[in-house]
């Protein structure tokens, strides 16, 4: 079952954010030389908001969102992006959307648009970042942006959408595979917080 699931989310990517750690090897008492120092920039350099799918079969699209996300700007992300995600993913007409418990997600003209369309939506409990793999992929996204040092935010999309694309199929698929382990830990852990 968990093999037709279209995983989703949408995640903050900051320019020179707390995933941006640098280390620098250098040698005693030449700590603060400029070579060896990171200039500060105001404010953490900008940042920018995405919205993103996988399955098992690897990554859909992903989605700068431009301006404040609401629920007729997720329904447009969804019409842009989710039917042809699961086209080319290979999901089939009866794949499963799993989307959280947002209120944008659930506002009513969304949930009328999934039922137009004969998508099948997960049913999701509140407050469970732990039980949606996509939070594993966001990690290992900004961890492989942040090595790309994207000078702005037109670098951070670019480089966003290029790190999503290489996130292997055989990673997706480990994720997914390792599902049901998953969900064991979180209900032995009674929603708490786990490994995963």
């Given at each position: 079952?968990?093999?037709?699931?279209?995983?989703?989310?949408?995640?903050?990517?900051?320019?020179?954010?707390?995933?941006?750690?640098?280390?620098?090897?250098?040698?005693?008492?030449?700590?603060?030389?400029?070579?060896?120092?990171?200039?500060?920039?105001?404010?953490?350099?900008?940042?920018?908001?995405?919205w993103a799918c996988f399955s098992s079969?690897?990554?859909?699209?992903?989605?700068?969102?431009?301006?404040?996300?609401?629920?007729?700007?997720?329904?447009?992300?969804?019409?842009?992006?989710?039917?042809?995600?699961?086209?080319?993913?290979?999901?089939?007409?009866?794949?499963?959307?799993?989307?959280?418990?947002?209120?944008?997600?659930?506002?009513?003209?969304?949930?009328?648009?999934?039922?137009?369309?004969?998508?099948?939506?997960?049913?999701?409990?509140?407050?469970?970042?732990?039980?949606?793999?996509?939070?594993?992929?966001?990690?290992?996204?900004?961890?492989?942006?942040?090595?790309?040092?994207?000078?702005?935010?037109?670098?951070?999309?670019?480089?966003?959408?290029?790190?999503?694309?290489?996130?292997?199929?055989?990673?997706?698929?480990?994720?997914?595979?390792?599902?049901?382990?998953?969900?064991?830990?979180?209900?032995?852990?009674?929603?708490?917080?786990?490994?995963?």
């Open positions: 079952m968990w093999k037709k699931v279209l995983w989703s989310d949408e995640t903050k990517i900051e320019l020179f954010g707390n995933n941006a750690k640098r280390y620098v090897w250098r040698k005693s008492n030449t700590a603060h030389h400029p070579e060896h120092t990171i200039p500060t920039v105001k404010h953490g350099g900008g940042s920018i908001m995405v079969a690897g990554t859909g699209k992903m989605v700068k969102i431009d301006g404040k996300m609401d629920g007729a700007k997720y329904r447009t992300i969804l019409e842009e992006n989710l039917m042809e995600s699961a086209k080319d993913l290979r999901l089939g007409r009866r794949f499963v959307f799993q989307q959280d418990n947002d209120p944008k997600h659930k506002a009513k003209f969304t949930m009328e648009w999934f039922k137009n369309k004969h998508i099948q939506v997960l049913e999701w409990p509140s407050q469970s970042p732990d039980l949606n793999p996509i939070e594993n992929l966001w990690k290992e996204l900004k961890t492989a942006v942040h090595k790309c040092s994207p000078s702005n935010l037109t670098e951070l999309e670019l480089f966003c959408k290029e790190e999503w694309e290489k996130m292997s199929v055989s990673r997706c698929a480990k994720l997914i595979e390792t599902y049901p382990k998953r969900l064991t830990a979180v209900i032995a852990a009674k929603g708490g917080a786990t490994k995963y």
